[in-house]
């Protein structure tokens, strides 16, 4: 009996790893392990998930489970809905109802990254249903959400970066959207730009900062970087002198106006400036 009781502990320690071990001994007992033996046989175990109900859901990108906690779907960011404090923005109702659809009579269980809460003491979390169904990515496909990664949070970067590359050349969701088209980065000057756009200009100057680096369209113009984030981008002289775009959301401090980009994919260059 005890040695029953041992093997049903060693699993539960071990329920994590690839694999364990099964083997019987000269004694004819049952034996299991983690290291392989000769004529053991491979005991695939899958881990244990936690599984949640979804209680409410505020827009595309942020809902709250029925424990209370509200949580923020990470590296991807949906257009704003229109609240008593918040202008809304267009596609943001559609990507609330396809979240909504998404997750309607649905369990989900939440991937951690590196960063477990946001500067608003959100969970910060990958969505995925109980048959597999990773929410990000697939808002993200569908062209109702934009990839909007935060380093070091990098876990399925690349899954959610291609499938905006899928929608983006297909026209999906906010990518068929005139609100969404490129504009000239000197557009700023002139209009107050609300939420995420698409701004296209000619890098002329790299300027390092002492915590950031500055992409100069003009020296009221430039796209800043953190220093912390450098070691994602290439050399920034390949964005000098080139017509690039870039993804983000635009502030302004007296008559500057920048954009914060934390990654390379919000950085695209274009045909190089004449």
Not at 54 to 83: A, K, M, S
Not at 241 to 246: A, L, M, N
């Amino acid at each position: 009996m005890r040695k029953v009781i041992f093997c049903i502990l060693w699993l539960c320690v071990l329920k994590a790893s690839a694999a364990v071990y099964q083997w019987r001994g000269p004694d004819g007992q049952i034996h299991y392990g983690d290291r392989p033996v000769p004529g053991a046989n491979t005991l695939s175990l899958k881990p244990g998930f936690s599984y949640y109900r979804v209680g409410h859901i505020f827009d595309g990108d942020t809902v709250e489970l029925v424990d209370g906690r509200r949580v923020r779907l990470l590296n991807i960011n949906t257009p704003e809905v229109e609240t008593p404090r918040k202008r809304g923005e267009l596609g943001g109702e559609e990507a609330k109802r396809r979240l909504q659809d998404l997750l309607e009579d649905r369990r989900i269980r939440l991937v951690y990254d590196v960063e477990r809460r946001d500067k608003y003491d959100r969970t910060l979390a990958h969505l995925f249903t109980e048959d597999g169904v990773h929410i990000n990515r697939l808002l993200v496909e569908e062209g109702w959400a934009i990839a909007n990664i935060h380093p070091p949070n990098l876990k399925y970067a690349d899954k959610i970066l291609a499938a905006q590359a899928e929608a983006e050349q297909a026209g999906r969701g906010i990518w068929g959207m005139d609100d969404y088209a490129p504009q000239p980065i000197e557009t700023l000057r002139r209009k107050r730009l609300y939420g995420w756009h698409r701004l296209v200009g000619e890098v002329l100057q790299i300027k390092a900062m002492r915590k950031y680096v500055r992409l100069l369209f003009a020296a009221d113009l430039y796209v800043v970087i953190p220093k912390t984030n450098l070691k994602l981008f290439p050399d920034f002289d390949a964005y000098v002198g080139h017509r690039v775009e870039v993804r983000g959301w635009p502030g302004r401090r007296g008559r500057s106006h920048s954009i914060l980009v934390r990654h390379p994919d919000a950085l695209r260059i274009l045909d190089p400036a004449p």
